[in-house]
């Protein structure tokens, strides 16, 4: 047996719970190591890092997390900053905030900052992130894309992101957004890749790359298109796009999902008056359903 450490994703799809149960923020604090959890916030996707490291600086401190420090490189040169990929190697969570996940591309993935964040993950760091903090998770992100339930050619753009995650493509306010459309051409242009949308105050708990449980208020949806006929080899751009026999999967608060074999191996209703299936309850996070942001 390995002694390897387990290794923890908590994929955040934006706009977290911050002022009532915080559900999901709790989950990243105790996974992180509860009262002796040293977070680090990464709010380098913002506009506003400030006011962003105040909110979740306020969070974690009422969570009891022991420290909770920021790490915001200027700049792609400033990602090689020792004193910066020492408060990384110092975490036990990793928090990326939400905002243009096109400059965490281009400030950090690649550097030696990132290459703190990979270590601190194999030695089983928790890496959360929300909103864009979301997209950078899998080797390839979402970094721009049209809205819309339709697919269309050509309609959206990868670009590299950390890889924590691989063989997964992931968007965030999934349904709020409408973002079906573009995740669906996307995973039709590359069907080697599983897409994965995550609702608002929603997050995907992924353990090992393999095992994922929903937390929230929404729903994770995950769309398998390998055995799908698609005409994206030749459709013309911004054409809408043939895609049949993709498998999708709606999972709500309560489902396990095997990512590995696309398959659902869990699911304890949370939301009605009596659970209809036995199951392990991970989270304690049975009154999540009242959480409305």
């Known amino acids: 047996m390995s002694d390897a450490p387990s290794r923890s994703l908590l994929i955040i799809g934006g706009a977290e719970d911050k002022v009532g149960k915080v559900t999901i923020l709790r989950r990243f604090a105790r996974l992180s190591g509860g009262r ?27 969570l009891g997390c022991a420290s909770v420090t920021s790490v915001n490189p200027a700049n792609r040169a400033a990602s090689s900053d020792q004193e910066l990929q020492d408060a990384i190697d110092d975490a036990t969570g990793i928090f990326f905030s939400g905002g243009n996940q096109l400059k965490l591309s281009q400030l950090i993935v690649g550097t030696p900052l990132g290459e703190s964040i990979l270590r601190a993950y194999e030695r089983g760091a928790v890496i959360a992130g929300t909103s864009a903090g979301a997209s950078i998770m899998s080797q390839f992100m979402i970094s721009m894309g049209e809205e819309g339930v339709t697919p269309r050619q050509r309609s959206s753009q990868l670009t590299a992101g950390l890889g924590l995650l691989p063989g997964v493509i992931v968007d965030q306010h999934f349904d709020q957004r409408a973002r079906y459309g573009r995740l669906l051409s996307l995973v039709a242009t590359s069907p080697n890749l599983l897409g994965m949308g995550i609702d608002e105050d929603t997050a995907a708990e992924i353990t090992d790359e393999q095992e994922l449980t929903v937390v929230g208020s929404g729903a994770v949806f995950v769309v398998d298109a390998r055995a799908a006929t698609t005409d994206a080899h030749e459709a013309r751009r911004d054409a809408p796009m043939l895609v049949s026999g993709a498998v999708v999967h709606t999972l709500p608060f309560g489902a396990t999902f095997d990512l590995r074999s696309a398959t659902l191996t869990e699911f304890t209703e949370k939301y009605a008056d009596i659970a209809i299936s036995a199951g392990r309850d991970r989270h304690n996070t049975a009154t999540a359903a009242a959480l409305r942001h």
């Not at 002796?36 to 009422?62: D, L, N, Q």
């Open 36 to 62: 002796k959890s040293r977070i680090v916030i990464i709010p380098t996707a913002s506009s506003v890092p400030g006011e962003v490291v105040h909110v979740y600086s306020t969070v974690f401190t009422r």
